[in-house]
C-alpha cells in the first residue's frame, strides 16, 4: 500500500518520505513491508490484487485506507506550503555580485621573502555561480577568502563592491554566512535539536513554531539526514556533520555563502556529494565562494569558476574547462593521463618556472568590471534594521534552554561532579566521623574544611576547563554570524550553570555537616552551607574566566592549576600566613580560597569559649566575629562577579577580534591578539 502511494505522479516524493517515517513509528510496518515492490499483476489502480493483499494482512497497520489517503492529502498540502515559503523566500532574497578589485593584503611586519600575503586580486563572482579558490599553502587563499567573507581581515589596498557599491560591513554581515573549515556544534544536542535552535535564533519571532518545524524538516529532508534526526551530533559522521554544518548557516537563506576548505578530510565520494549540494545551492541564485584544497578533477568540474593563486597573486580566473587552454598558451601543457588539478597545482608552486610572469600576464589579460544595473543596489537589500534578527530577551530564552539540554547530557558537567560530591562527602565523612568541634578536635576540624574547600573548588573548575573552551569555539562561530549577542551568551551561561553550583555544595553540606556532628544549630549549619554555595560559585567562575583566555582545554587546565595552587598555599592552613616573606604577603588578600576556609571556621567557633583562642585568634581576629563573617561572603561575592566580568571583557574583545568597520575605513588591520595573555 505504502509503495502504491509513493509512485503515484500526483504524490510528492518528500511527502512519501515523511509519511513513511510515521508509518515506521505509529505503526506495525516495518521497513521491508515498505520497500517491497508491488505484486507484477497488481498495477496501481488495480483493486482486486490490493484488497487480496490486505486480506491476507501482509501489511498490518493501525493506520486504514481512508486513513492514510488523508494523512497523504494533508502531507501533500503542508510539502505545498513548504516549497510556498521556498519560492517566497527565493523572490525576496536579492541576487549578490560580488567584486574584487586589486586587493592587496601585508603583513604586519613585511621581511624579503614575504611582502604581499596577497596582491592585487580583482574577480567577479556572479550570482548564481561557485567558484573554488586554489592554490599552494603560500598562495594566500584563506587570507583572500577572509578578506572578501569581511571575518578577519580587511585590504591593506582595493576595493570590494557589492552590485557596484561599495561594501557596507555591518550590512554585509546580514546577508552573508561564513563557515569555518572546522565544525562549530555542540556535540550533546542532536540533529534535529541542532537545527531547531538555529531556527530559533535565526528565523524572525513573528514566525510561527509550526512554519519553523516545516522549514526544519524541509532543510533537514533536502541533504538527507532525515535518518539521523534523533542522533546526537557527536554520534555522527565527519561529512555528516559538515552537512549539518551547512544546513544550520542556510536556515536564513542568504544569498551569498563563504566556505573554508568544505571538503577536508572528506573521500573523493563525499567530496564530491558536498560539492553538488553547494551547486544546487548556487543554482537558487546565490553566490557561493569556498576554498579548496586538492581535489579529482570530477570535483572541480562542477565548480563554474575557478580562481588559481600563486604567491598571494592570482594566475587565473575562469571556468574550469579553459584551464588546460589558458595553460597551453602559456606553453604549459598538462601531459597526458595527469590530473589537471594537480598540474595547475605544479604550476602555482613554481615547479614549471616563476610564476610572476603569469600573473603579470594574467593581470593584463583582465577586463575592467562592468556594472549590472539589473541587480538591486545593496542599500535596497531587504533585511532587518537591527544588528541581530530577534530580540536579546528571545536569545536568552533560546539559549538558557539549549545550554541546560547540553549541561545536562554532558556526563563531564553533572555526572562526573556528582559522583565526586557523593563519594567525597561519604568519604571525608566517614574519616572524620563524629569529630564534633570540641577544643581537643580543633585541628581536625580545621583539616576537614581545608580539604573541603580544596574538594569543591576543583569539583566545580576541572570540568569548566574541559568544556568551556569548545564552547567557546561554538559561540565565536554563531557570533561571527550575527546569531545572537556576548551578552545573551553570557548570561545565558551563567543562569544555565547556576542550579547545579546550589545543589551540589549543599548536599556536601547536608552530608558531612551532620556527619561530623557540627554545631546543632540551624544558623550555624545554613552559614557552613552559603559558604559552601558561595566558594564553589567563585571557584566557577574563576574557572570560565581562565578558560575564556585559553583555546583548548589543556591550556585551561594547565592556567588553572598553576592559578590555584598559589591559592590554596595562602590560605592559612598549611603556611602561617605571618611566616610568609613580605614581598610575597599581600597575595594572601588577592585569595578567595582563604576568605571561604575563614569564614567556614567563623561561622563554626564563634559561639565557642576557645574559639578567639584557639583557632580565630591565630587567624587575627580580635571580636566582632559575625561582622567579620559576613565580610567575607561579601568579599566572595565581590570575587565571584569580578571573575564574571573578567570572563564577560575578555568574551567582548575575543569577538571584537573580527573587523569592525572603524578598521575598515582605516585600511589598516590591528589584530588584538588577546589569547597572549
Request: hydrophobic share 45%.
Amino acid at each position: 500500500l505504502f509503495s502504491a502511494f509513493e509512485n503515484s505522479s500526483t504524490l510528492s516524493k518528500t511527502a512519501a518520505a515523511m509519511l513513511r517515517e510515521r508509518l515506521l513509528t505509529e505503526s506495525s510496518v516495518t521497513a521491508t513491508d515498505m520497500d517491497a515492490p508491488l505484486l507484477p499483476s497488481s498495477p496501481l489502480g488495480a483493486g482486486e490484487a490490493l484488497d487480496e493483499e490486505l486480506e491476507t494482512e501482509t501489511v498490518r497497520s493501525e493506520f486504514s485506507v481512508a486513513d492514510l489517503g488523508e494523512e497523504f492529502r494533508r502531507l501533500e498540502e503542508e510539502q505545498a506550503r513548504m516549497v510556498a515559503h521556498q519560492e517566497m523566500m527565493r523572490e525576496m532574497r536579492p541576487s549578490v555580485c560580488l567584486v574584487a578589485q586589486e586587493l592587496t593584503l601585508e603583513p604586519k611586519k613585511q621581511t624579503v621573502m614575504c611582502r604581499h600575503l596577497v596582491k592585487d586580486v580583482s574577480a567577479t563572482f556572479q550570482p548564481g555561480t561557485v567558484t573554488a579558490l586554489l592554490g599552494a599553502p603560500d598562495a594566500g587563499v584563506p587570507e583572500l577568502l577572509s578578506m572578501l567573507a569581511g571575518v578577519d581581515r580587511v585590504p591593506t589596498h582595493g576595493t570590494i563592491l557589492i552590485n557596484g557599491q561599495p561594501r557596507d560591513l555591518p550590512l554585509f554581515r546580514k546577508y552573508s554566512k561564513f563557515l569555518q573549515q572546522n565544525d562549530a556544534l555542540l556535540a550533546n544536542l542532536t540533529v534535529a535539536e541542532t537545527v531547531q535552535f538555529s531556527a530559533e535564533l535565526q528565523l524572525p519571532e513573528h514566525f510561527t513554531p509550526a512554519s519553523k518545524a516545516n522549514l526544519v524538516k524541509e532543510v533537514i529532508h533536502s541533504v538527507g539526514l532525515n535518518r539521523v534526526t534523533n542522533l546526537r551530533v557527536s554520534a555522527l559522521s565527519r561529512g555528516q556533520r559538515k552537512l549539518l554544518t551547512l544546513v544550520v548557516e542556510l536556515l536564513s537563506d542568504p544569498p551569498l555563502v563563504f566556505l573554508e576548505y568544505p571538503t577536508t578530510g572528506f573521500d573523493a565520494s563525499t567530496s564530491f556529494t558536498v560539492v553538488r549540494m553547494l551547486r544546487q545551492l548556487a543554482r537558487s541564485g546565490r553566490t557561493v565562494l569556498c576554498s579548496m584544497h586538492r581535489e579529482s578533477t570530477r570535483v572541480f568540474e562542477l565548480f563554474d569558476n575557478v580562481l588559481l593563486m600563486a604567491h598571494g597573486q592570482s594566475l587565473y580566473f575562469g571556468p574550469f574547462d579553459q584551464l588546460s587552454q589558458h595553460l597551453q598558451s602559456k606553453n604549459l601543457g598538462c601531459p597526458p593521463n595527469h590530473s589537471l588539478v594537480d598540474f595547475a597545482l605544479e604550476v602555482a608552486s613554481g615547479e614549471h618556472g616563476p610564476t610572476a610572469p603569469l600573473a603579470l600576464s594574467w593581470r593584463e589579460q583582465q577586463q575592467p568590471y562592468a556594472p549590472d544595473n539589473s541587480l538591486t543596489p545593496q542599500s535596497q537589500f531587504p533585511f532587518h534594521s537591527g544588528r541581530y534578527v530577534t530580540s536579546r530577551v528571545h536569545q536568552m530564552r533560546v539559549l538558557i534552554k539549549r545550554n541546560l539540554k547540553h549541561l545536562i547530557r554532558d556526563r563531564t558537567l553533572t555526572v562526573n561532579p556528582a559522583l565526586a560530591v557523593f563519594c567525597g562527602s561519604f568519604l571525608l565523612g566517614l574519616s572524620y566521623f563524629r569529630t564534633g568541634y570540641d577544643a581537643e578536635h580543633v585541628h581536625d576540624v580545621e583539616g576537614f574544611y581545608f580539604v573541603a574547600t580544596v574538594l569543591l573548588m576543583f569539583v566545580s573548575t576541572l570540568p569548566v576547563a574541559l568544556t568551556f573552551p569548545d564552547e567557546k569555539r561554538v559561540f565565536m562561530a554563531e557570533h561571527k554570524n550575527n546569531l545572537y549577542g556576548v551578552r545573551a551568551a553570557f548570561f545565558a551561561k551563567v543562569i544555565a550553570d547556576t542550579p547545579f553550583q546550589l545543589i551540589f555544595p549543599f548536599f556536601f553540606a547536608i552530608v558531612t555537616y551532620f556527619m561530623l556532628e557540627q554545631p546543632p544549630s540551624g544558623t550555624v549549619f545554613f552559614k557552613v552551607a552559603l559558604v559552601y554555595i558561595m566558594h564553589t560559585l567563585t571557584s566557577r567562575s574563576l574557572a570560565l574566566a581562565i578558560s575564556s583566555f585559553s583555546q583548548t582545554a589543556s591550556q585551561a587546565i594547565a592556567l588553572q592549576l598553576s592559578i590555584s595552587c598559589p591559592l590554596v598555599l595562602l590560605a592559612g592552613f598549611l603556611v602561617v600566613l605571618s611566616n610568609v616573606p613580605v614581598y610575597l604577603r599581600w597575595l594572601q588578600w588577592l585569595s578567595f580560597f582563604r576568605y571561604s576556609y575563614e569564614a567556614l571556621l567563623l561561622a563554626v567557633f564563634h559561639d565557642t569559649s576557645y574559639g578567639d583562642e584557639l583557632v580565630l585568634g591565630p587567624l587575627g581576629f580580635q571580636g566582632g566575629v559575625s561582622d567579620h563573617w559576613d565580610l567575607h561572603i561579601l568579599l566572595l561575592a565581590v570575587f565571584y562577579v569580578s571573575f564574571l566580568v573578567l570572563m564577560f571583557v575578555v568574551l567582548r574583545q575575543a569577538a571584537k577580534h573580527r573587523i569592525s568597520a572603524k578598521k575598515i575605513k582605516s585600511r589598516r588591520v590591528k589584530l588584538n591578539v588577546w589569547t597572549s595573555v
